[in-house]
């Protein structure tokens, strides 16, 4: 069987580069713990500060800082350059799947040599893990912290994309349905193949029939070309996190180069927003489930062909011990 690998990078004689712009949230300083962290308490980690784009607001309107920071975002898209632009990514994390209750249960070195490659076991299945009741609690403090900010003048997203998985579908769902931003009634996700989770091996992160995933979601939207089997999934090789990273970089190339919205809203996964961290240059900073992370990006297209990114190959099962 073929590696079902990432699209190849564009030949095209220019390529995005991606700068996190540091000092906008707590979770890009070194200095934030991500395991004591709470985005709920923190205004999901919005530092309360000036900006150079403050002296242009009417003193006789006070503004919230998320409003502030709205007018910021606005200001520098207005004055950069054609081939820049600074977009706002809210990176939010599916709820506790049932996955994640089975790799608690049997520990991580024996769910990734054995138990992952199964459907299920005696307790349920975990094929295209669905939520557990705590995950989805979890997505419902996620919709009240959306709300709290809202009071607070956090500016809404003007796009939504949404992995395919029925863990992110579901979180998505009760996230922002009937939440009160623009865009969400009705909530219309764009469904994005590759905004996936580590490809391969794990059953849990092989996806359901196109047809399956519109009968539970049938509002939600599908990308173009979106297919009825899932392409990526193999039973045999894992993806590399370097193949990952390299999936996302593309993953977002084509995302920026197709949506002009400076705001936009992802739902996915643990390696899934590790790598879109990693590819803005952000530190690495892990999401409990049901988390969320804000990362403000400087988007610069730039001539001449992508950097060669070094990707390491995909790799099979690992032994069990005792094997």
């Known amino acids: 069987m073929s590696i079902p690998a990432p699209p190849p990078q564009s030949d095209s004689e220019s390529h995005f580069h991606f700068t996190t ?69 809210f990176l939010g994390r599916h709820g506790q799947g049932l996955h994640n209750v089975a790799e608690a249960r049997y520990g991580t ?12 076991d005696e307790t349920g299945t975990w094929f295209d893990a669905h939520l557990t009741d705590l995950g989805i609690e979890q997505a419902r403090t996620a919709h009240n912290a959306w709300k709290t900010q809202i009071a607070h003048g956090i500016p809404p997203p003007q796009s939504y994309y949404v992995s395919p998985l029925m863990r992110c579908c579901e979180t998505a769902r009760v996230t922002f349905e009937g939440v ?18 580590t490809l391969g091996l794990h059953t849990c992160d092989a996806r359901s029939p196109k047809s399956a995933i519109a009968k539970a979601y ?56 590790t790598s879109i961290l990693n590819v803005v240059g952000h530190r690495v900073f892990k999401l409990e489930t049901g988390g969320v992370i804000p990362v403000l990006v400087k988007v610069e297209k730039r001539e001449g062909k992508a950097p060669e990114r070094v990707v390491e190959p995909w790799f099979g099962r690992p032994f069990c011990p005792g094997e």
């Open 180 to 197: 009160g931003l623009p865009g969400t009634e009705p909530f219309r996700p764009v469904v994005k193949e590759l905004l996936r989770e």
């Open 109 to 120: 070195v024996m769910w990734d040599c054995r138990y992952s490659l199964l459907d299920g």
């Open 218 to 273: 049938p509002l939600y939207i599908f990308e173009e070309g979106f297919s009825e089997e899932d392409p990526l999934h193999s039973a045999t090789l894992r993806e590399s996190d370097s193949a990952r990273d390299a999936r996302f970089f593309e993953f977002l190339s084509d995302v920026f180069a197709t949506d002009s919205n400076s705001i936009l809203s992802l739902t996915a996964h643990s390696g899934a927003i």
């Open 21 to 89: 712009v540091p000092g906008i949230f707590l979770q890009d300083d070194p200095a934030t713990d991500p395991d004591t962290f709470d985005y709920v308490s923190t205004n999901f980690g919005l530092i309360s500060h000036t900006y150079p784009s403050d002296e242009t607001l009417d003193p006789a309107s006070p503004k919230t800082q998320w409003q502030r920071l709205a007018h910021y975002i606005e200001t520098l898209n207005a004055y950069s350059p054609p081939e820049t632009s600074y977009r706002l990514l």
